[in-house]
Nanobody
Framework: QVQLVESGGGLVQPGGSLRLSCAAS????????MGWFRRAPGKDREFVGS????????YYVDSVKGRFTISKDSAKNMVYLQMNSLKAEDTAIYYC????????????WGQGTQVTVSS
């Protein structure tokens, strides 16, 4: 099994930047894709973007394209979410997740980290 721990959340002003980190441990050799999700107050969980573990291919939803960047450090089993030009609507709990063993679904989840964008 894979364990995930997010960090780096906090309060930031609109237009500011924040970098979230996700540390993976356990059976990390089984990871194929890492994803970032978020849940805003009163809303369903939303997919933000993903990165494939081997090739580093990234994918983003339209609402964050050009503002958010996902990267990884395979040697350290770390994934990052760099968030720039933050908006109030980016306020949410952010989760990292992993697909393992070539499964189609994300089957490992972190506990989440709060990001609040407010002046």
């Amino acid at each position: 099994q894979v364990q995930l721990v997010e960090s780096g959340g906090g309060l930031v002003q609109p237009g500011g930047s924040l970098r979230l980190s996700c540390a993976a441990s356990g059976s990390t050799s089984s990871v194929t894709t890492m994803g970032w999700f978020r849940r805003a107050p009163g809303k369903d969980r939303e997919f933000v973007g993903s990165i494939t573990w081997n090739s580093g291919y990234t994918y983003y939803v339209d609402s964050v394209k050009g503002r958010f960047t996902i990267s990884k450090d395979s040697a350290k089993n770390m994934v990052y979410l760099q968030m720039n030009s933050l908006k109030a609507e980016d306020t949410a709990i952010y989760y990292c997740a992993a697909k393992t063993n070539y499964g189609a679904k994300y089957d490992a989840w972190g506990q989440g980290t709060q990001v609040t964008v407010s002046s």
